[in-house]
């Protein structure tokens, strides 16, 4: 009974550790919605975000992945950020504006419907004001290739 008690105590430990990786290394699904382009928006989802709708802290990176599938094929993209604060839309830089360098684990030429991640690296200035708004990010060729809207708050 002894040996049961102790093997169960042991068992429940390692179940908690496992759930609190899982918790640590666990890509979150973020809210959006799409607001143009051709391509087909599949998943929204940050690592560095712990719940969808997104805190960001200043002083802070936060890695933003959206994966697609475009519509035609793609030989060049630009990526854009802005900031849609009261209506107004704001440009915001990325470190990383060619939206061919920016996908993880592809490049363009990208073949109509084949599934690829685009991954930015958000910097969140101390300077920021603390406030609600809704990140825009967009991959554009001659028109919008996908566009999606996160809604996010800046927190200190």
Same mark, same amino acid.
């Given at each position: 009974?002894?040996?049961?008690?102790?093997?169960?105590?042991?068992?429940?430990?390692?179940?908690?550790?496992?759930?609190?990786?899982?918790?640590?290394?666990?890509?979150?699904?973020?809210?959006?919605?799409?607001?143009?382009?051709?391509?087909?928006?599949?998943?929204?989802?940050?690592?560095?975000? +712990?719940?969808?709708?997104?805190?960001?802290?200043?002083?802070?990176?936060?890695?933003?992945?959206? +994966?697609?599938?475009?519509?035609?094929?793609?030989? +060049?993209?630009?990526?854009?950020?802005?900031?849609?604060?009261?209506?107004?839309?704001?440009?915001?830089?990325?470190?990383?504006?060619?939206?061919?360098?920016?996908?993880?684990?592809?490049?363009?030429?990208? +073949?109509?419907?084949?599934?690829?991640?685009?991954?930015?690296?958000?910097?969140?200035?101390?300077?920021?004001?603390?406030?609600?708004?809704?990140?825009?990010?967009?991959?554009?060729?001659?028109?919008?290739?996908?566009?999606?809207?996160?809604?996010?708050?800046?927190?200190?």
């Amino acid at each position: 009974y002894n040996e049961y008690k102790s093997y169960l105590r042991n068992t429940m430990k390692l179940f908690g550790v496992f759930v609190a990786l899982m918790a640590v290394t666990s890509a979150v699904d973020l809210v959006f919605k799409t607001c143009g382009g051709t391509g087909t928006v599949t998943k929204v989802f940050s690592d560095d975000c +712990s719940s969808p709708q997104c805190k960001l802290h200043k002083g802070k990176s936060y890695k933003i992945n959206i +994966s697609f599938k475009p519509a035609s094929e793609i030989t +060049s993209m630009k990526a854009a950020l802005h900031g849609v604060i009261a209506g107004v839309s704001v440009p915001f830089p990325l470190p990383e504006s060619d939206g061919c360098k920016a996908l993880s684990e592809s490049t363009c030429p990208i +073949s109509s419907g084949t599934e690829v991640t685009w991954t930015e690296e958000l910097e969140v200035l101390s300077v920021y004001p603390s406030i609600r708004l809704i990140s825009k990010w967009e991959l554009q060729t001659d028109g919008d290739v996908i566009c999606v809207e996160i809604p996010v708050q800046i927190v200190s």
